[in-house]
């Protein structure tokens, strides 16, 4: 049976990884003798989620690999400690630019290294140290997306979008609506800051508050899915002896999570495989965007504090500063043009 070795190792490549623990490790119980998951927790790191295609199928860092990432954050941080130049010219020196590629570099930044949080270190699962966060396919990366189907319609506004029209236009982390990235999910990721939860068990819900904006999200303990479409999906868990899995689907169809249509499924698994260390693995399934299944694995560390309140309130200053800029460069291209700018 020559093809049967290859079905194998295919189906194997595509579930979702095991949870290693420390030899004879038994997480402590919650609520109804369940494993406890309870606390707060951060998944900031510099690995990235997609591998760098240069790097193939390697799914390990070198050692020198590794010191040299923490060793390019650590001087970002002591560049931050300097203190604010005088001299700087912001016309020659723009800030986002480097703020964006060099986690804050340069001066006078709305969002320096001072307040933001890529994670110091490098994604360690059992003390490996990872390449990406996605570990199938080999590639470490998401696969091809399939062309849209007939009468698909165009994409919806997601996470990220164009600014400048309407209020009711604007990105959904402009309107506080939800995070600027995927910290909620699922699938739950880190971003330049905020990547930090706490996590609640009852005898019917796990509820995960994170820090990033105001999100709660419920998962409901051996039920069913409801045929609402929701922010966040519709999270449903079960125990499997010592984790927690979690099928989430019926997306919001505004929210377009990773370009995955509203049926899109994720399945997670939480596992606590030491004090220290809260395993999470993930599958992604949508056959509609992707010819394949993707997902991944990583390992949550305590956080260093608790999980404070993200005061983000929709008006504030940057909408209507984003909505007067357009208005007036609008104005600008019509008189260039010759016209006179019409109301809006």
């Known amino acids: 049976m020559p093809f049967r070795p290859i079905v194998l190792i295919a189906a194997a490549a595509?579930?979702?990884?095991?949870?290693?623990?420390?030899?004879?490790?038994?997480?402590?119980?919650?609520?109804?003798?369940?494993?406890?998951?309870?606390?707060?927790?951060?998944?900031?790191?510099?690995?990235?989620?997609?591998?760098p295609r240069t790097l193939g199928e390697r799914r390990a860092m070198t050692a020198a690999e590794v010191d040299a990432a923490e060793g390019r954050r650590a001087q970002v941080i002591a560049k931050s400690l300097e203190p604010t130049r005088t001299d700087a010219d912001f016309e020659k020196e723009p800030c986002y630019a480097g703020n964006t590629l060099s986690g804050g570099a340069t001066h006078d930044c709305g969002y320096n290294a001072f307040w933001t949080d890529h994670g110091d270190t490098v994604m360690r699962v059992n003390g490996e140290p990872r390449t990406s966060l996605i570990t199938f396919p080999a590639d470490g990366r998401m696969p091809k997306r399939?062309?849209?189907?007939?009468?698909?319609?165009?994409?919806?506004?997601?996470?990220y979008g164009v600014a400048g029209d309407n209020p009711e236009n604007q990105t959904l982390g402009e309107r506080c609506i939800t995070s600027f990235g995927y910290h909620a999910g699922p699938v739950m990721l880190p971003s330049f800051y905020n990547s930090n939860y706490q996590i609640v068990?009852?005898?019917?819900?796990?509820?995960?508050?994170?820090?990033?904006?105001?999100?709660?999200?419920?998962?409901?303990?051996?039920?069913?899915?409801?045929?609402?479409?929701?922010?966040?999906?519709?999270?449903?868990g079960r125990w499997e002896g010592e984790t927690l899995v979690v099928e989430t689907t019926n997306y919001h169809p505004h929210q377009n999570m990773f370009g995955g249509t509203s049926d899109m499924k994720v399945t997670e698994r939480f596992t606590r495989v030491g004090d220290q260390r809260l395993h999470y693995a993930f599958r992604v399934e949508d056959?509609?965007?992707?010819?394949?299944?993707?997902g991944g694995e990583y390992e949550f560390s305590p956080a260093k504090g608790a999980v404070y309140e993200y005061a983000c309130h929709e008006g504030n200053y940057a909408l209507p500063g984003i909505l007067r800029g357009a208005r007036a460069a609008e104005a600008e291209a019509a008189k260039a043009a010759g016209a006179a700018p019409g109301a809006r």
């Open 287 to 294: 056959p509609a965007v992707w010819a394949e299944p993707w």
């Open 201 to 236: 068990q009852g005898t019917d819900a796990v509820v995960i508050v994170v820090e990033m904006i105001h999100d709660a999200r419920v998962v409901r303990l051996n039920g069913r899915h409801g045929p609402n479409k929701v922010w966040y999906g519709d999270s449903i």
């Open 146 to 159: 399939l062309p849209p189907r007939p009468g698909a319609g165009p994409p919806v506004r997601g996470v």
């Open 14 to 51: 595509l579930a979702l990884p095991a949870a290693a623990s420390a030899q004879g490790y038994r997480a402590p119980r919650a609520v109804g003798n369940q494993p406890s998951l309870e606390g707060t927790w951060t998944n900031a790191t510099l690995t990235p989620l997609e591998r």
